[in-house]
Protein backbone atom coordinates (compact mmCIF):
# COMPACT_ATOMS: atom_id res chain seq x y z
CA UNK A 1 0.00 0.00 0.00
CA UNK A 2 0.99 3.55 -0.92
CA UNK A 3 1.97 5.56 2.21
CA UNK A 4 1.31 9.00 1.60
CA UNK A 5 2.47 10.32 5.11
CA UNK A 6 5.38 12.70 5.19
CA UNK A 7 8.66 12.19 7.36
CA UNK A 8 7.75 14.60 10.37
CA UNK A 9 6.79 12.73 12.99
CA UNK A 10 6.51 9.34 10.90
CA UNK A 11 7.04 6.97 14.41
CA UNK A 12 4.38 4.28 13.56
CA UNK A 13 5.00 2.02 10.30
CA UNK A 14 2.04 2.01 7.77
CA UNK A 15 1.18 -1.85 8.81
CA UNK A 16 0.74 -0.67 12.36
CA UNK A 17 -1.31 1.85 11.83
CA UNK A 18 -3.54 -0.08 9.51
CA UNK A 19 -3.45 -3.30 11.97
CA UNK A 20 -3.99 -1.23 15.20
CA UNK A 21 -7.27 0.28 13.54
CA UNK A 22 -7.84 -3.70 12.93
CA UNK A 23 -7.49 -4.96 15.79
CA UNK A 24 -9.77 -2.37 17.53
CA UNK A 25 -12.45 -3.94 15.57
CA UNK A 26 -11.22 -7.39 16.15
CA UNK A 27 -11.75 -7.09 19.60
CA UNK A 28 -14.97 -5.29 19.37
CA UNK A 29 -14.06 -2.40 20.94
CA UNK A 30 -17.00 -0.37 19.74
CA UNK A 31 -15.18 2.94 19.65
CA UNK A 32 -11.47 4.63 19.28
CA UNK A 33 -11.82 5.83 22.92
CA UNK A 34 -12.35 2.22 24.52
CA UNK A 35 -9.70 1.43 22.24
CA UNK A 36 -7.00 3.89 23.20
CA UNK A 37 -7.89 3.21 27.14
CA UNK A 38 -7.12 -0.44 26.59
CA UNK A 39 -4.08 0.63 24.72
CA UNK A 40 -3.05 2.90 27.46
CA UNK A 41 -2.54 -0.14 29.83
CA UNK A 42 0.87 -1.54 29.56
CA UNK A 43 0.22 -5.12 29.92
CA UNK A 44 -2.49 -4.96 26.54
CA UNK A 45 0.29 -3.05 24.78
CA UNK A 46 3.05 -5.79 25.33
CA UNK A 47 1.04 -8.59 24.39
CA UNK A 48 0.00 -7.61 21.35
CA UNK A 49 3.86 -6.66 20.68
CA UNK A 50 4.96 -9.90 21.85
CA UNK A 51 1.92 -11.85 19.57
CA UNK A 52 1.58 -10.12 16.65
CA UNK A 53 5.10 -8.10 16.50
CA UNK A 54 3.56 -4.96 15.74
CA UNK A 55 2.93 -1.48 18.15
CA UNK A 56 -0.37 -0.53 18.68
CA UNK A 57 -0.75 3.04 17.61
CA UNK A 58 -3.11 5.83 19.16
CA UNK A 59 -6.52 5.92 17.93
CA UNK A 60 -5.45 9.27 16.74
CA UNK A 61 -2.38 8.27 15.13
CA UNK A 62 -4.38 5.38 12.95
CA UNK A 63 -7.17 8.28 11.97
CA UNK A 64 -4.51 10.46 10.27
CA UNK A 65 -3.16 7.30 8.28
CA UNK A 66 -7.02 6.65 7.28
CA UNK A 67 -7.54 10.11 6.31
CA UNK A 68 -4.75 9.69 3.96
CA UNK A 69 -5.26 5.80 2.23
CA UNK A 70 -6.62 5.28 -0.19
CA UNK A 71 -9.57 2.77 0.15
CA UNK A 72 -9.42 1.10 -3.23
CA UNK A 73 -6.12 0.34 -1.60
CA UNK A 74 -7.53 -1.22 1.68
CA UNK A 75 -10.16 -3.20 -0.86
CA UNK A 76 -6.99 -4.29 -3.24
CA UNK A 77 -5.87 -5.78 0.51
CA UNK A 78 -9.30 -7.25 1.51
CA UNK A 79 -9.14 -9.17 -2.12
CA UNK A 80 -5.95 -10.68 -1.76
CA UNK A 81 -6.58 -11.95 1.12
CA UNK A 82 -10.06 -13.86 -0.31
CA UNK A 83 -8.07 -15.07 -3.19
CA UNK A 84 -5.20 -16.62 -0.81
CA UNK A 85 -8.63 -18.26 1.02
CA UNK A 86 -9.81 -19.52 -2.53
CA UNK A 87 -7.39 -20.70 -3.40
CA UNK A 88 -6.39 -22.69 -0.37
CA UNK A 89 -10.22 -24.20 -1.11
CA UNK A 90 -11.76 -22.50 2.20
CA UNK A 91 -14.98 -21.99 0.43
CA UNK A 92 -14.84 -25.07 -2.11
CA UNK A 93 -17.30 -27.58 -0.61
CA UNK A 94 -20.34 -24.91 -0.69
CA UNK A 95 -19.77 -24.13 -4.48
CA UNK A 96 -23.05 -25.17 -6.30
CA UNK A 97 -22.30 -26.50 -10.00
CA UNK A 98 -18.59 -25.31 -9.32
CA UNK A 99 -19.92 -21.28 -8.50
CA UNK A 100 -19.47 -19.66 -5.21
CA UNK A 101 -22.92 -18.09 -3.98
CA UNK A 102 -22.30 -14.67 -3.76
CA UNK A 103 -25.02 -12.25 -2.00
CA UNK A 104 -25.43 -8.29 -2.84
CA UNK A 105 -27.33 -6.37 -0.77
CA UNK A 106 -27.30 -2.33 0.54
CA UNK A 107 -27.25 -1.08 3.56
CA UNK A 108 -27.31 2.31 5.06
CA UNK A 109 -24.09 3.29 7.61
CA UNK A 110 -24.34 6.14 9.03
CA UNK A 111 -27.45 8.84 9.75
CA UNK A 112 -26.31 12.76 9.84
CA UNK A 113 -27.50 15.84 10.38
CA UNK A 114 -26.09 17.36 7.91
CA UNK A 115 -23.98 16.18 4.29
CA UNK A 116 -20.46 17.20 5.25
CA UNK A 117 -18.65 15.70 2.88
CA UNK A 118 -21.27 16.70 -0.46
CA UNK A 119 -21.67 12.60 -1.26
CA UNK A 120 -24.27 12.09 1.38
CA UNK A 121 -27.76 10.71 0.33
CA UNK A 122 -30.37 12.61 1.02
CA UNK A 123 -34.58 12.57 1.98
CA UNK A 124 -36.86 15.17 2.72
CA UNK A 125 -39.98 14.17 4.56
CA UNK A 126 -43.27 15.70 4.20
CA UNK A 127 -42.73 18.29 6.59
CA UNK A 128 -39.36 19.27 4.39
CA UNK A 129 -37.30 18.20 7.36
CA UNK A 130 -33.91 16.81 5.60
CA UNK A 131 -32.18 14.24 6.52
CA UNK A 132 -28.57 12.57 5.00
CA UNK A 133 -27.35 9.50 5.56
CA UNK A 134 -24.34 6.76 3.77
CA UNK A 135 -24.89 3.23 2.25
CA UNK A 136 -22.88 0.88 0.76
CA UNK A 137 -23.78 -1.43 -1.80
CA UNK A 138 -21.83 -5.16 -0.82
CA UNK A 139 -21.56 -8.68 -2.64
CA UNK A 140 -20.13 -11.24 0.55
CA UNK A 141 -19.68 -14.70 -0.57
CA UNK A 142 -22.27 -16.68 1.80
CA UNK A 143 -22.10 -20.24 2.28
CA UNK A 144 -24.08 -22.35 4.72
CA UNK A 145 -21.79 -22.56 7.60
CA UNK A 146 -21.63 -19.13 8.47
CA UNK A 147 -19.44 -17.36 6.09
CA UNK A 148 -20.27 -13.86 4.59
CA UNK A 149 -17.38 -12.84 3.47
CA UNK A 150 -16.76 -9.14 1.70
CA UNK A 151 -15.74 -9.48 -1.50
CA UNK A 152 -16.20 -5.67 -2.82
CA UNK A 153 -17.64 -2.55 -2.08
CA UNK A 154 -18.69 0.79 -3.41
CA UNK A 155 -21.02 3.68 -2.31
CA UNK A 156 -24.03 4.68 -2.67
CA UNK A 157 -23.67 8.31 -3.75
CA UNK A 158 -25.09 11.71 -4.27
CA UNK A 159 -23.93 13.93 -7.15
CA UNK A 160 -24.29 17.37 -8.09
CA UNK A 161 -27.81 16.95 -9.85
CA UNK A 162 -29.91 16.41 -7.25
CA UNK A 163 -30.81 13.90 -4.20
CA UNK A 164 -31.41 9.98 -4.87
CA UNK A 165 -32.86 7.39 -2.44
CA UNK A 166 -31.55 4.08 -1.86
CA UNK A 167 -33.41 2.27 -4.88
CA UNK A 168 -32.54 5.18 -7.47
CA UNK A 169 -29.11 4.49 -6.24
CA UNK A 170 -28.45 0.83 -5.87
CA UNK A 171 -28.89 -0.66 -9.24
CA UNK A 172 -26.60 2.04 -10.75
CA UNK A 173 -24.51 1.09 -7.92
CA UNK A 174 -24.66 -2.84 -8.89
CA UNK A 175 -23.03 -2.05 -12.43
CA UNK A 176 -20.14 -0.23 -10.76
CA UNK A 177 -19.72 -3.26 -8.29
CA UNK A 178 -20.01 -5.69 -11.06
CA UNK A 179 -17.01 -3.88 -12.67
CA UNK A 180 -15.31 -3.75 -9.43
CA UNK A 181 -15.76 -7.40 -8.86
CA UNK A 182 -14.46 -8.81 -12.72
CA UNK A 183 -11.11 -6.62 -11.82
CA UNK A 184 -10.79 -7.61 -8.00
CA UNK A 185 -11.72 -11.35 -9.30
CA UNK A 186 -11.86 -11.99 -12.69
CA UNK A 187 -11.58 -16.01 -12.79
CA UNK A 188 -13.86 -16.22 -9.54
CA UNK A 189 -17.33 -18.69 -10.52
CA UNK A 190 -19.92 -16.66 -9.20
CA UNK A 191 -23.78 -17.56 -8.29
CA UNK A 192 -25.39 -14.54 -7.77
CA UNK A 193 -28.02 -13.90 -5.21
CA UNK A 194 -30.49 -10.50 -5.04
CA UNK A 195 -33.57 -9.02 -4.05
CA UNK A 196 -36.64 -8.22 -5.87
CA UNK A 197 -34.69 -5.13 -6.72
CA UNK A 198 -32.56 -6.69 -8.92
CA UNK A 199 -34.75 -9.17 -11.35
CA UNK A 200 -34.09 -6.95 -14.21
CA UNK A 201 -32.89 -7.45 -17.72
CA UNK A 202 -30.05 -4.64 -16.71
CA UNK A 203 -28.95 -6.92 -14.07
CA UNK A 204 -29.44 -10.55 -16.36
CA UNK A 205 -27.41 -8.81 -18.86
CA UNK A 206 -24.53 -7.67 -16.55
CA UNK A 207 -24.48 -11.60 -14.87
CA UNK A 208 -24.21 -13.04 -18.36
CA UNK A 209 -21.46 -10.58 -20.11
CA UNK A 210 -19.37 -11.77 -16.56
CA UNK A 211 -19.52 -15.20 -17.08
CA UNK A 212 -21.80 -15.00 -13.53
CA UNK A 213 -25.01 -17.19 -12.53
CA UNK A 214 -28.37 -15.69 -10.77
CA UNK A 215 -30.79 -16.11 -8.64
CA UNK A 216 -33.10 -13.37 -8.35
CA UNK A 217 -35.88 -12.83 -5.73
CA UNK A 218 -39.51 -12.62 -7.31
CA UNK A 219 -42.60 -11.10 -5.40
CA UNK A 220 -46.26 -9.86 -6.65
CA UNK A 221 -45.63 -6.82 -9.28
CA UNK A 222 -42.28 -7.70 -10.23
CA UNK A 223 -41.52 -8.67 -13.65
CA UNK A 224 -45.98 -8.68 -13.88
CA UNK A 225 -46.11 -10.58 -16.94
CA UNK A 226 -43.68 -13.25 -16.03
CA UNK A 227 -45.78 -13.81 -12.79
CA UNK A 228 -49.13 -14.30 -15.05
CA UNK A 229 -47.33 -16.72 -17.08
CA UNK A 230 -46.05 -18.79 -14.11
CA UNK A 231 -49.83 -18.87 -12.54
CA UNK A 232 -51.31 -19.88 -15.84
CA UNK A 233 -48.43 -22.96 -17.32
CA UNK A 234 -50.17 -26.09 -16.34
CA UNK A 235 -46.88 -27.65 -16.77
CA UNK A 236 -45.79 -25.78 -13.11
CA UNK A 237 -44.64 -28.78 -11.43
CA UNK A 238 -45.68 -28.41 -7.61
CA UNK A 239 -44.96 -31.34 -4.83
CA UNK A 240 -45.31 -31.52 -1.73
CA UNK A 241 -42.85 -31.73 1.48
CA UNK A 242 -42.78 -31.45 5.35
CA UNK A 243 -44.36 -28.03 6.05
CA UNK A 244 -45.40 -27.23 3.19
CA UNK A 245 -44.46 -26.98 -0.55
CA UNK A 246 -41.90 -27.06 -3.33
CA UNK A 247 -43.04 -25.74 -7.06
CA UNK A 248 -40.97 -25.24 -10.54
CA UNK A 249 -41.41 -24.20 -13.60
CA UNK A 250 -38.40 -24.27 -16.83
CA UNK A 251 -38.43 -23.23 -20.22
CA UNK A 252 -39.38 -19.80 -19.11
CA UNK A 253 -38.23 -16.53 -21.10
CA UNK A 254 -37.93 -12.55 -20.42
CA UNK A 255 -36.44 -10.23 -22.68
CA UNK A 256 -34.61 -12.83 -24.75
CA UNK A 257 -33.09 -14.53 -21.05
CA UNK A 258 -33.90 -18.27 -20.44
CA UNK A 259 -35.29 -18.73 -17.04
CA UNK A 260 -36.76 -20.77 -14.47
CA UNK A 261 -39.00 -20.68 -12.39
CA UNK A 262 -38.72 -21.58 -7.51
CA UNK A 263 -41.14 -21.05 -5.04
CA UNK A 264 -41.28 -22.66 -1.77
CA UNK A 265 -44.63 -22.67 0.44
CA UNK A 266 -43.98 -23.41 3.89
CA UNK A 267 -45.26 -21.90 7.64
CA UNK A 268 -43.00 -18.93 7.40
CA UNK A 269 -44.38 -17.68 4.58
CA UNK A 270 -44.31 -17.71 0.81
CA UNK A 271 -40.54 -17.74 -1.36
CA UNK A 272 -39.89 -17.54 -4.86
CA UNK A 273 -36.99 -16.95 -7.36
CA UNK A 274 -36.10 -16.89 -10.76
CA UNK A 275 -32.90 -18.13 -12.17
CA UNK A 276 -30.42 -18.66 -15.36
CA UNK A 277 -29.94 -22.49 -14.20
CA UNK A 278 -32.18 -25.47 -16.17
CA UNK A 279 -34.30 -27.04 -13.43
CA UNK A 280 -36.47 -30.21 -14.52
CA UNK A 281 -36.95 -32.33 -11.51
CA UNK A 282 -37.63 -31.48 -7.71
CA UNK A 283 -34.17 -32.59 -5.89
CA UNK A 284 -32.85 -30.11 -8.02
CA UNK A 285 -35.17 -27.50 -7.56
CA UNK A 286 -34.76 -28.17 -3.71
CA UNK A 287 -31.14 -27.69 -3.66
CA UNK A 288 -31.51 -24.16 -5.55
CA UNK A 289 -34.34 -23.06 -2.90
CA UNK A 290 -31.50 -24.00 0.08
CA UNK A 291 -29.12 -21.58 -2.21
CA UNK A 292 -31.29 -19.02 -2.87
CA UNK A 293 -31.99 -18.80 0.54
CA UNK A 294 -28.27 -17.93 1.92
CA UNK A 295 -28.91 -14.32 0.25
CA UNK A 296 -30.26 -13.88 3.66
CA UNK A 297 -27.07 -14.63 5.42
CA UNK A 298 -25.37 -11.20 3.87
CA UNK A 299 -28.57 -9.36 6.59
CA UNK A 300 -28.00 -11.58 9.47
CA UNK A 301 -24.29 -13.10 9.69
CA UNK A 302 -23.48 -9.42 7.67
CA UNK A 303 -24.92 -6.83 8.35
CA UNK A 304 -26.57 -7.45 11.56
CA UNK A 305 -23.60 -9.21 12.89
CA UNK A 306 -21.44 -5.70 12.12
CA UNK A 307 -23.77 -3.30 13.46
CA UNK A 308 -25.51 -4.80 16.69
CA UNK A 309 -22.95 -7.57 17.90
CA UNK A 310 -19.75 -5.30 18.97
CA UNK A 311 -18.55 -4.41 15.43
CA UNK A 312 -20.76 -0.80 15.97
CA UNK A 313 -20.55 -0.03 12.28
CA UNK A 314 -22.90 3.03 12.64
CA UNK A 315 -20.84 4.75 15.00
CA UNK A 316 -18.88 7.31 13.24
CA UNK A 317 -15.48 6.13 13.84
CA UNK A 318 -14.21 10.01 11.66
CA UNK A 319 -16.99 12.40 11.84
CA UNK A 320 -15.41 14.70 9.28
CA UNK A 321 -13.32 12.97 6.82
CA UNK A 322 -15.49 10.73 3.94
CA UNK A 323 -11.97 8.89 2.58
CA UNK A 324 -11.22 7.91 6.52
CA UNK A 325 -14.98 6.64 7.07
CA UNK A 326 -14.52 4.55 4.01
CA UNK A 327 -11.20 3.32 4.96
CA UNK A 328 -12.73 2.35 8.90
CA UNK A 329 -15.32 0.18 6.91
CA UNK A 330 -12.81 -1.64 4.89
CA UNK A 331 -10.78 -2.37 7.92
CA UNK A 332 -13.93 -3.73 9.95
CA UNK A 333 -14.49 -5.99 6.79
CA UNK A 334 -10.74 -7.67 7.74
CA UNK A 335 -11.33 -7.77 11.00
CA UNK A 336 -14.84 -9.66 10.59
CA UNK A 337 -13.17 -11.96 7.90
CA UNK A 338 -10.52 -13.17 10.17
CA UNK A 339 -13.46 -13.62 13.19
CA UNK A 340 -15.21 -15.84 10.68
CA UNK A 341 -12.26 -18.14 10.09
CA UNK A 342 -11.27 -18.60 13.83
CA UNK A 343 -15.19 -18.96 15.39
CA UNK A 344 -16.06 -21.15 12.24
CA UNK A 345 -12.97 -23.54 12.45
CA UNK A 346 -14.60 -26.56 13.69
CA UNK A 347 -13.18 -27.33 16.78
CA UNK A 348 -13.21 -23.56 18.08
CA UNK A 349 -17.19 -23.71 16.62
CA UNK A 350 -17.57 -26.69 19.38
CA UNK A 351 -16.24 -25.05 22.12
CA UNK A 352 -18.33 -22.06 21.88
CA UNK A 353 -21.26 -23.62 21.05
CA UNK A 354 -24.12 -22.67 23.22
CA UNK A 355 -21.28 -21.87 26.03
CA UNK A 356 -20.99 -17.76 26.03
CA UNK A 357 -22.48 -15.28 23.67
CA UNK A 358 -20.02 -14.07 21.00
CA UNK A 359 -19.59 -10.73 23.04
CA UNK A 360 -19.08 -12.14 26.31
CA UNK A 361 -16.34 -14.28 24.51
CA UNK A 362 -14.19 -11.14 23.25
CA UNK A 363 -14.51 -9.41 26.22
CA UNK A 364 -12.79 -11.92 28.13
CA UNK A 365 -10.28 -11.79 25.71
CA UNK A 366 -9.67 -7.89 26.31
CA UNK A 367 -9.36 -8.58 29.76
CA UNK A 368 -7.15 -11.52 29.26
CA UNK A 369 -4.82 -9.06 26.97
CA UNK A 370 -5.17 -6.45 29.91
CA UNK A 371 -4.73 -8.35 33.14
CA UNK A 372 -2.67 -11.30 31.68
CA UNK A 373 1.65 -11.25 30.91
CA UNK A 374 1.37 -13.78 28.41
CA UNK A 375 4.42 -16.00 27.68
CA UNK A 376 4.88 -16.21 23.87
CA UNK A 377 7.00 -18.90 23.55
CA UNK A 378 4.80 -21.53 23.96
CA UNK A 379 2.59 -19.17 21.15
CA UNK A 380 5.83 -19.39 19.32
CA UNK A 381 6.33 -23.43 19.82
CA UNK A 382 2.88 -23.80 18.17
CA UNK A 383 3.26 -21.77 15.10
CA UNK A 384 5.94 -23.14 14.20
CA UNK A 385 4.16 -26.58 13.78
CA UNK A 386 2.22 -27.44 11.01
CA UNK A 387 -2.17 -27.03 12.13
CA UNK A 388 -4.47 -27.91 9.79
CA UNK A 389 -8.10 -26.15 10.25
CA UNK A 390 -11.16 -27.31 8.88
CA UNK A 391 -14.08 -25.87 8.58
CA UNK A 392 -17.95 -27.26 8.16
Same mark, same amino acid.
Given at each position: ???????????? #?????????????????????????????????? &??????? @???? %????? &????? #?????????????????????????? %??????????????????????????? =????????????? %????????????????????????????? %??????????????????????????? +??????? =????????????????????????????????????????????????????????????????????????????? @?? &???????????????????????????? &?????????????????????????????? @????????????????? =??????? @?????????? +?????????????? =???????????
Amino acid at each position: MADLRDNRGKTY #RLNEAILSAVMMFLLREGSRNSYNRDREEPVFSR &NIRRLLG @IRLT %HGDTF &NDVLV #RVDPEDLQRLKASLVRVLVARKVFHS %HRRDGKHAVAVDATGTHSLDGDYSGSC =LSRTSKNGVVSYS %HAVLEAKLVAPNGFAVSLASVWLENNAEG %HHDKQDCELAAFKRLSVRLKELYPRLP +MLILADA =LYANAPVMEICRASGWDFMLVVKEGVLRDLGEEILLRPDRVRTARPGGSLSYLGDLEYAGYPLSWIGVEEAGGRFSW @IT &NIPVADPVRAGELAMTGRLRWKIENEGF &NTQKNLGYNLEHSYSRKDYNALKNYYQCLQ @IAHMVEQLTLLEKKVKK =LTAGSVS @ILKIFERIRN +MLVYTDIDPRPVEK =LLGKKVQVRFD
